[in-house]
C-alpha cells in the first residue's frame, strides 16, 4: 500500500499544480477588462515561465529544491497556468480565421499578439535565470 | 450551470495528466512540446468552432488543453537551444511550434465544420 502510494505521488503532484495552475490562469483572464488583445493569456504565458526559468536554473545552479518541488510547480502549474493552445487560437481568431474568429479581422494585431507573447516569454526566462543566479 | 473555475481546473488536472504521460522532459527534448502543443491546438481548434456548451468549453477546451498544451516549457527549451549556440534551431523551434499550432488550430476547425 505504502510502495504502491509513492509510486503515484507524482501524479498527486502533477494533479494538484494542474489544477491550481489552469483555475488560476481562467481567473486571470476574467479578472482582466477585456480588449482586443488577449491580456489574460499573455500575462499567465510571461508569469509562468519566468517562474518556470527560476526553477529550472535554481535545478542547474544549486539543486536545492526538490524533485517533488519541480513536479508541484513546474510540470504542474507552470505548465498548466500556461498555454499554447489558447494562444494559438486568439491568434487564428484574430487573424480572422473561419470557424474560430469572434470579431473582425485584425492581422496586424494577430502578428502583435505572436511578437509580445514571443518576446515578453523569452524574457522572461532570461529573466528568471538572472533571479536563479543571483540567488544561488 | 458547474462553478468554471471548478471546470477548468478539473480539466487542468487531466491536461497535465496526459501532457506528463506523453513524456515531457523539460530540458532539450523540444519534440515532446511541440506534439502537445500542435495536439491541443488541433482539440482546441475543434472545441471552439464544433457547438459544444459553454461547460463543455470550459473543461475540456480551457481547462484541459490549456494545460495539455504549455508556453513555459516552450520559452524555455527554446531559449536554452539559443544559450547553446544552436540559434538557428532555436529559430526553427519557434516557428515549427507556432505554423504548426495555428495550422491545427485551422485543421481542427475545418473538421468541426464538416462534422
Redesign the interface.
Known amino acids: 500500500m505504502r510502495e504502491r502510494l509513492r509510486r503515484l505521488e507524482?501524479?498527486f503532484l502533477?494533479?494538484a499544480?494542474?489544477?491550481?495552475?489552469?483555475?488560476l490562469?481562467?481567473?486571470v483572464a476574467e479578472a482582466l477588462p477585456s480588449s482586443a488583445l488577449p491580456w489574460g493569456t499573455l500575462a499567465?504565458?510571461v508569469a509562468?515561465?519566468f517562474?518556470?526559468?527560476i526553477l529550472?536554473y535554481e535545478n542547474r545552479f544549486v539543486g536545492a529544491l526538490s524533485p517533488e518541488t519541480r513536479l508541484v510547480v513546474?510540470?504542474?502549474f507552470?505548465?498548466?497556468?500556461?498555454?499554447?493552445?489558447?494562444?494559438?487560437?486568439e491568434?487564428?481568431?484574430l487573424a480572422g480565421?473561419?470557424?474560430?474568429a469572434t470579431g473582425a479581422s485584425l492581422p496586424l494585431l494577430a502578428v502583435a499578439n505572436?511578437a509580445v507573447?514571443?518576446v515578453l516569454?523569452?524574457a522572461?526566462?532570461?529573466l528568471g535565470q538572472v533571479v536563479a543566479r543571483v540567488l544561488a | 450551470m458547474t462553478d468554471p473555475t471548478l471546470l477548468v481546473g478539473l480539466g487542468g488536472v487531466a491536461g497535465a495528466l496526459a501532457r506528463h504521460l506523453v513524456g515531457e522532459r523539460v530540458e532539450e527534448a523540444t519534440y515532446d512540446t511541440l506534439a502537445v502543443n500542435v495536439l491541443g491546438s488541433f482539440v482546441l481548434g475543434m472545441l471552439v468552432a464544433a457547438p459544444v456548451g459553454s461547460d463543455l468549453l470550459l473543461l475540456a477546451g480551457t481547462g484541459f488543453c490549456g494545460a495539455f498544451t504549455t508556453f513555459s516549457s516552450f520559452a524555455y527549451e527554446t531559449v536554452r537551444l539559443a544559450e547553446s549556440g544552436r540559434v538557428q534551431r532555436a529559430v526553427l523551434n519557434a516557428t515549427v511550434n507556432l505554423v504548426g499550432a495555428l495550422a491545427a488550430v485551422g485543421l481542427g476547425a475545418l473538421v468541426a465544420g464538416a462534422v
Request: hydrophobic share 50%; charged share 0%.
Open positions: 507524482p501524479l502533477i494533479a499544480g494542474g489544477f491550481v495552475g489552469a483555475a490562469r481562467f481567473a499567465a504565458n509562468g515561465a517562474l518556470l526559468s529550472l513546474g510540470t504542474g507552470c505548465s498548466s497556468f500556461t498555454t499554447y493552445s489558447t494562444f494559438a487560437v491568434t487564428a481568431a480565421l473561419p470557424g474560430v505572436v507573447n514571443y516569454g523569452f522572461a526566462i532570461g
